[in-house]
């Protein structure tokens, strides 16, 4: 039941939906007492059913932009492939649903669906001339040529190690990214791409929906890029609001860090995705610990770190990066020693060592370097513990080396900081 509560109610975060499908992989291939699976939910029976059907490109009852359906439905498509061509008791698929209840082509799932089962558009019974049959018959043209792709992406990547086409999925790769194993997600779409980017860039846009957006497209290196810095844009406009801001922040961060997060896993390799993740959890860090906001149990902290040791040699990555685990260090919400304890132990001053060692002629990156270190050494103690915290250990033995240099090379930037720290850890 609990894949298909998820996904009827219609406004389950992404993350939190990725993860009860791939925990509850036999409740994709489940059928309640309608024969329906959590797919035809997706799809939109319930709206089919009750009869008010949603208007094409419209928002969900949820609100959510009409690529939440498609990140939902293509999750379900990837646990279980084969739902795809599963009739419920009244003897309907899927892709009928989705075009019975508005969906879009793009950006609704139904294309997703036809990939999955391309028998199952003849169902639909569309008339000539209508904008889904023109789609279907364009994506035809271009099987010859997906199928050289294909043929390509199979003698690079090797064979797939996911099990056979209509198995449940296994789940996801070690490393935190999604591997997708199907042919047809490791195209990206230039026309669904182009309707994502114009998305995430539009002022009017919520954190909520750029979330949405994000996890939708999350191959899309281009998507990933510019959401993020929709993200860090809203975070940083909600900092002007009451409270401080921080509340204006904590609710764009509520959806914004696993968004980010998942960007940068999915990207690692991109150093324009890195760099504008860094900046969007920067500008969100003041609502780390407040509400179900964690940037360590989110992953953000060791994607960050993760950041910074792939890419030593991008002085803009490691600035941006130093940023962000300034950001943490310095929230307002609770956790103090907790939060430098959680950098050390994925090791992040090491990093930070690393960084300063790799850029000893860049004021941005040994400032901001300088100044992480102030926030994580005041924040846990000094290295024993001796500023009320549980102490902070790791402290790479080159650290008063690396001080020392900044200063020398950069006093005006890094005085103040370097100072702070020598106190902190002298007691």
Request: aromatic content about 4%; some cysteine; hydrophobic content about 40%.
């Amino acid at each position: 039941f609990l894949v298909r509560n998820a996904v009827r109610a219609d406004s389950c975060p992404p993350d939190l939906l990725r993860y009860i499908v791939e925990t509850n992989l036999g409740g994709v291939a489940d059928a309640d007492s309608r024969g329906n699976l959590p797919l035809h939910y997706a799809a939109g029976y319930d709206r089919v059913a009750a009869g008010v059907p949603r208007l094409p490109g419209g928002p969900g009852a949820s609100g959510l932009p009409e690529s939440y359906s498609k990140y939902v439905i293509d999750e379900l498509l990837y646990a279980y492939p084969d739902g795809a061509s599963v009739e419920n008791g009244d003897g309907t698929l899927p892709v009928v649903l989705a075009i019975e209840s508005g969906k879009k082509w793009f950006g609704g799932g139904i294309r997703s669906l036809h990939e999955a089962y391309p028998d199952g558009m003849a169902r639909a019974n569309l008339e000539e001339g209508h904008p889904l049959a023109s789609a279907v018959s364009f994506e035809s043209q271009q099987a010859a040529d997906d199928d050289d792709d294909d043929t390509l992406v199979a003698a690079l990547d090797g064979p797939s190690d996911g099990g056979e086409e209509g198995t449940v999925a296994t789940g996801v790769d070690g490393a935190g990214g999604r591997t997708r194993k199907r042919r047809q997600r490791r195209r990206i779409r230039k026309d669904e791409s182009h309707d994502a980017i114009m998305f995430v860039q539009r002022p009017t846009s919520t954190a909520r929906d750029v979330a949405s957006v994000m996890w939708a497209n999350e191959e899309d290196a281009g998507v990933a890029m510019l959401g993020c810095a929709a993200l860090a844009d809203r975070a940083a406009g909600a900092a002007g609001d009451g409270d401080g801001g921080v509340g204006g922040v904590v609710s764009v961060a509520l959806h914004g860090v696993t968004a980010a997060v998942n960007a940068m896993k999915n990207h690692p390799n991109e150093p324009a995705v890195q760099e504008r993740a860094c900046q969007a959890l920067t500008a969100m860090g003041p609502a780390d610990g407040r509400l179900e906001v964690s940037f360590a149990a989110s992953g953000a902290v060791s994607t960050v770190v993760s950041a910074m040791q792939a890419h030593v040699s991008d002085a803009t990555v490691q600035r941006e990066a130093c940023r962000a685990l300034r950001a943490v260090a310095s929230s307002p919400g609770g956790g103090d020693g907790d939060r430098a304890t959680v950098v050390a132990s994925v090791s992040g001053l090491t990093a930070l060592a690393n960084t300063m060692t790799s850029h000893p002629d860049d004021a941005g990156v040994q400032s901001e370097a300088v100044r992480a270190l102030e926030a994580l050494v005041a924040r846990g103690g000094g290295s024993g513990g001796d500023g009320g915290g549980p102490g902070l250990p790791g402290l790479p033995e080159q650290t008063e080396a690396l001080l020392a240099a900044a200063l020398g090379r950069f006093p005006e930037e890094c005085a103040g900081p370097v100072e702070a720290i020598r106190a902190s850890i002298a007691g």
